[in-house]
């Protein structure tokens, strides 16, 4: 019996890594795939080419705050796994409502579409900028919110959102926090893939601040490894963390880019920090590790190449993303 999985947001980095996971080789075969995403400026058809004649895959151009479209395909299906946000910091910073409206919104949207439809499960993509800044040790999943931004803040709402319809209607709710992505098919506004296309440019790259914010890197495979788990084997109810398990300053990562594209210092900017820059992220990973046997799969140094390589070889994909207007 084939398993019909709505896939929100599957056109941007993360989502469709998934999407290409989930109908590719090594896929777990018996899915029907379909990709809900608006095609904003980090939507991109291009990530979905290698899946686009699979005959399991379908793609819709629409909005999750479009309550009818929402119905009607969110009835058609059994899953939903649910990747579609605003996610940069600095635009939520400059402007908020966006990311209220799309984050907070269209995540109720869907869930008011679930629970009209009969949905058997809902996996919820979070993030570990809901936990705030971490001074010392690693965040476990029950440790309280103390989102920063206005993006952590709408993503912690979109969750809180989420696990109140499992709670009160008994929604299969299924809810992920993960670290700082890294991979193939990265929009160019995020550290390492602008540190990356700008430095292959020539140009110089933007380091906030002192550089010593610690971010821990996750490469995308090994979160979608981990979605997958959360998934098929996961505990309505439950949240997991998903991390990478390297942590780094940014002033660490710049000097690896440096090194991988073959520049020096002097092509760092040291610019005003972000205002209200969380300090440190650190995710505990025991949960999902001894639940669902969750282990990162990729090398931090050995994928942090592989993705500089990607980069430089694959410039026809992100040449015309670095040239669109801001929205």
């Not at 570990?128 to 309280?144: F, I, Q, R």
Request: glycine content about 10%; proline content about 5%.
């Amino acid at each position: 019996m084939t398993t019909k999985v709505l896939v929100t947001g599957g056109a941007g980095f993360i989502g469709s890594h998934h999407v290409r996971t989930l109908l590719g080789p090594e896929g777990p075969g018996g899915l029907a795939v379909t990709v809900l995403d608006a095609l904003t400026y980090a939507g991109n058809t291009a990530n979905l080419d290698a899946v686009r004649d699979h005959p399991g895959f379908r793609f819709v151009h629409g909005d999750i705050r479009d309550g009818a479209l929402v119905d009607r395909l969110v009835a058609e299906h059994d899953q939903v796994v649910h990747f579609a946000a605003e996610s940069h910091v600095d635009r939520s910073i400059d402007s908020a409502a966006e990311f209220v409206s799309t984050n907070v919104l269209g995540t109720q949207t869907l869930l008011d579409a679930a629970l009209r439809g009969g949905l058997d499960r809902f996996v919820h993509i979070s993030t570990d900028e809901v936990y705030g800044s971490a001074t010392e040790g690693s965040w476990p999943e029950t440790d309280p919110l103390r989102p920063n931004s206005p993006y952590a803040a709408s993503k912690a709402a979109a969750e809180m959102l989420a696990l109140a319809c499992h709670r009160t209607h008994g929604l299969d709710v299924r809810v992920t926090r993960c670290s700082n992505n890294f991979g193939p098919f990265h929009h160019p506004e995020k550290i390492i893939p602008l540190f990356v296309t700008n430095l292959l440019e020539g140009l110089p790259v933007p380091l906030y601040g002192d550089g010593l914010h610690i971010r821990d890197w996750l490469h995308v495979d090994d979160h979608v490894q981990g979605i997958e788990l959360v998934r098929t084997q996961g505990r309505p109810g439950a949240v997991y963390n998903i991390g990478g398990g390297t942590e780094l300053t940014n002033k660490d990562l710049t000097g690896r880019l440096l090194a991988a594209c073959g520049a020096g210092w002097d092509r760092v900017e040291h610019v005003e920090d972000r205002k209200g820059h969380d300090r440190r992220y650190s995710v505990d990973c025991t949960l999902i590790r001894e639940e669902l046997g969750y282990e990162p799969r990729h090398g931090f140094d050995a994928a942090l190449a592989e993705t500089v390589a990607w980069f430089r070889d694959n410039r026809a994909w992100w040449e015309p993303l670095r040239k669109r207007p801001a929205p």
